[in-house]
Each structure stands twice: as C-alpha cells, then as structure tokens.
C-alpha cells in the first residue's frame, strides 16, 4: 500500500490534543485512514459493529465496486472468467495471482486430480451422524477432522505446507459434499474418476451409482463450472473474515476452513441460496405469481421479518453481476433440459421484475445477489435444496485459502484481538450466599 500525500486529523471538541493519521492508497478503490495508534495516542477505540467502514486488511486477490456492481478476480472481471476460463484456472488465477498458460493449467489440473480421494477413515464420521442430518452440519464436521489426517502439513508458516494444504482442500470438497449427499439418499459412496474434470468428477461422485454406468453431461458439467467460478472468492466477506481470524491464532488450514463452513451456513450469508429457494416453494404453494404482490406487501413490513431472500447487499449497491450470470446459467440449464417454463423461475424473474420497480427496494438499492438465482439451477441440475450451501462452501473453499495464505504469508500480520465499548456492571464485590 502507498502513503497518500493526504492525512486525516482527529480534533476533539473537549480540547483534546487533535491525532494525526497517515492515509494509504490502494491499487483502486477506497482509501484507508490508518488508526493503528489511535489507542496508544488517544485512549479510545473506533466503534464500527458489522465493520461498515473498516478495512481488516490489506489484499491484493478481490476487488468490488459497490456501485459499479463490478467483480476482480485478480483484477480480470468475473464475466470475462465465467465465460472464458473454467474452475481450474480460476483457482489458479486466485491462489498464485495469475491464469496459467496450457501446461500450467494441465499440471495444476493433475495435481488437484491426485487428492481427490480422502482417507478411507473418513466415511465413518458420517456415520455418526442421522441420515437426515444437514449437509452443513456434516461439512463443518468433515472439513474439521481432515486436520486429523494430516500431520505432515499443519505448520501454516511453512509455504510448502499452506500450498500442499491448499490443494488437499480444493480437492476434497467436491468428495466430501458428495458423500454428504450420498449418505442422506442411504447410496454407496462413489470414488472420484481422475479421469473427468473437476466439476464432472463432483456431478459421478453425487449421481453416478456402482449398478448403472453414468455419463456427465456437458451442459450440467459446464453450468455447475460455472457457478464454481462464480462463488470462488468475494473479498472480505463474512465466511472468509472468519477464516482468517481463525487463521491468524496459527491454527491449522483445515480447522480455519471450517470455521468458514460454519459462518456460511447462516442464511444471512451462504445460507439464503437455500432459503431463497424455500421462500420460491413457499410462494408457489401460495399461489405463485397472482401471490407475489401479497408476499411483497410482507417484505415491506417490518414487523413480518420476513426477507426477500436473495435480495441485498452489504456491498452492491447495483446489480451484483455474478446474479446476472447466474439467471443466463440458469436460462441455458432449463432450455437445455426442456424446462424453460419452470414455475419458480418465472416466478424469481417476476419478484425481481415487481422489486426493481418498487420504492421500498430502489430506494435501499436492494438488488439480486448470488443466491438468488443459483438454487434454481442447482435444483434442475438435480442437487437437492439441503445441499446448495454446501456446494458454495466447496466452491468458496479456494477463495478461503487464498486468503488465508495471504494473511499468513505477511509477515505484519498479527492474531486478531478485536476491543469493545463495554455498557456492563462497574466493578462490585460479592454478597456472601446468605445475604444476597
Ligand atoms: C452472500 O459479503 C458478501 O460478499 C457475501 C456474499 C459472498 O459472496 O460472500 O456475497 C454472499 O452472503 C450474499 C447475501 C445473501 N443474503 C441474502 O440474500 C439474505 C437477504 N439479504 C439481507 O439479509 C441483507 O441484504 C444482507 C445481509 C445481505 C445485507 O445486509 P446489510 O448490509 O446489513 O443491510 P441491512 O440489513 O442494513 O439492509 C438495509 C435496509 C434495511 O432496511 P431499513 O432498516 O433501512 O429500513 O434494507 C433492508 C433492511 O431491512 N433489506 C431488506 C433486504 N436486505 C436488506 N429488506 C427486505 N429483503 C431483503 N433481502
């Protein structure tokens, strides 16, 4: 980061020597004021619950434009990658900083390949769990205990253990989400075939069984792709500010991956693709579309609590253009598979239509997110709605690492220890039993 020739000055109306602060630059985007000494030099924190306008750290793998309704990877725009590159590179492109050429891509390729499969150990931690147990219940189990299984790379300050902990991670998720699933339907595990590519591989591993042969369409295989891409990173969000937090005490790679699963399973976050698609079933019952008017008239009411899933950002304040490239994915996935007139998707088409005319979500630039469209083409694809956040968590996996690496690979970074206004009891001494 460069130091801008502007300085921020902290005056305080009590006569309080004012605080200077330097103010530093990024590549684009908003600067930062540096208050790092604010504490030591005036004896008060900064107050910003949910971090509104507090920059964590410095980052050089995703960049948003709010406004703009505008996604980086890397600095190459997500709908440049959605519909030129596959998972693949994108993974590359976000833990090593750039797109590999053909052979770089090929070995990447080959070396995620040869860590699909996960320890034969594994399988019996599902089997403490009850078969309608939900997927991210037994993600944050599964992701927890790979820590288990490798000794020989939890020294996150040792590169070669964050890069091979890296791979591991990418590799295994499509396995264990599969398993997840397969173990809900009461199925045999599938092994991964090395020879399919990454999301082909996860589409045998959740539908192919040992009695029937399976073949991978390229339609699902380049949609479920795609959505993958779409889902790879997000910049400090709230999954990947916990994992590296998590991270930042030295924990293990894989025990910081799971506390991303958790904090993604909340439907405030990862969790409202699958309540975005329960709110569309819900709906549908009701009466679809003639009942959207009456659904929204609730949105609107504060006192319903009632959301429009999908909808809102902390960040987008415009269109979020994965959501766009989501409902094209979405359009190709039914036409291909003759479902074009699917009624919950001309039912999410007709919300979003009646919200971006209405007052109440115009004026709180509430427009569609990721989740809005994306459980509806998972859904035709055949992945069950308990399992759409699991598949962001498996995409979001090599965002989590990237991140995590980075933070661990500055040699600034320090554990997070967060302070607080504290509103409780001043100090008081202790009745004895009787007298209280
Ligand atoms: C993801 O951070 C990331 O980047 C996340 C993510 C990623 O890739 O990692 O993009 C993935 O989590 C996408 C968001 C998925 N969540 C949902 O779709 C759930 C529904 N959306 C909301 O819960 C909400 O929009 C949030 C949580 C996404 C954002 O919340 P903020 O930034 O705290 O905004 P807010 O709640 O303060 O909302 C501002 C106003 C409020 O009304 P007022 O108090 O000003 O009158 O807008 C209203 C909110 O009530 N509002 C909504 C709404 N979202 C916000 N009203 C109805 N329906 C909604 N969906």
């Not at 996150?156 to 599969?178: G, Y």
């Not at 766009?324 to 979003?352: H, I, R, S, Y």
């Not at 115009?362 to 956040?389: C, E, H, M, W």
Request: net charge neutral.
């Amino acid at each position: 980061m460069k130091l801008a020739d502007n300085k921020a000055t902290l005056s305080f109306s009590n006569g309080s020597p004012s605080v200077e602060m330097p103010v530093y630059q990024g590549s684009i985007g908003p600067d930062v004021i540096d208050i790092r000494k604010l504490y030591a030099q005036t004896g008060m924190f900064t107050y910003d619950p949910g971090f509104l306008s507090t920059a964590s750290c410095q980052s050089a793998i995703t960049f948003i434009d709010g406004d703009k309704g505008e996604l980086l990877y890397r600095g190459y725009p997500i709908e440049q990658l959605a519909t030129q590159c596959d998972f693949m590179e994108t993974c590359h492109l976000l833990l090593y900083g750039d797109l590999p050429n053909a052979s770089k891509k090929a070995e990447f390729s080959k070396t995620v390949r040869m860590h699909t499969m996960v320890n034969e150990q594994m399988q019996f931690f599902l089997r403490g769990f009850r078969r309608d147990a939900h997927p991210m219940a037994i993600m944050t189990g599964l992701v927890g205990a790979l820590s288990a299984f490798y000794h020989d790379s939890t020294d996150i300050n040792n590169p070669e253990h964050r890069d091979i902990s890296a791979i591991r991670l990418i590799a295994k998720m499509p396995t264990l989400v599969a398993m997840a699933y397969k173990y809900s339907v009461g199925q045999p595990f599938m092994y991964p075939k090395n020879e399919l590519s990454y999301a082909g591989n996860f589409l045998h591993m959740m539908f192919a069984t040992p009695c029937e042969p399976y073949t991978v369409s390229p339609v699902l295989e380049r949609a479920l792709d795609r959505i993958f891409i779409l889902h790879a990173d997000h910049e400090q969000n709230a999954s990947t500010s916990t994992v590296r937090l998590c991270g930042s005490s030295g924990t293990n790679p894989f025990a910081a991956i799971a506390a991303g699963v958790a904090c993604l399973w909340g439907p405030a976050h990862g969790g409202a693709n699958e309540a975005c698609l329960n709110m569309l079933e819900d709906i549908q019952k009701m009466g679809g579309v003639s009942k959207v008017g009456e659904f929204m008239e609730k949105v609107k009411d504060k006192n319903s609590g009632v959301k429009l899933m999908g909808f809102g950002h902390r960040v987008y304040k415009n269109y979020d253009p994965r959501a766009k490239l989501m409902q094209e994915t979405c359009k190709e996935v039914l036409q291909e598979l003759g479902l074009e007139n699917d009624p919950l998707f001309k039912l999410a088409m007709q919300l979003e239509k009646i919200a971006l005319e209405d007052e109440y979500f115009v004026s709180r630039k509430l427009y569609p997110n990721v989740d809005f469209y994306s459980g509806i083409v998972q859904r035709a694809i055949g992945i069950p709605v308990g399992l759409f956040t699991a598949v962001f968590a498996l995409a979001r996996t090599v965002g989590w690492i990237a991140q995590l690496n980075e933070m661990i690979g500055d040699p600034e970074y320090k554990i997070g220890r967060p302070r607080q206004l504290f509103t409780g009891s001043e100090r008081r001494d202790v009745k004895p039993l009787a007298g209280r």
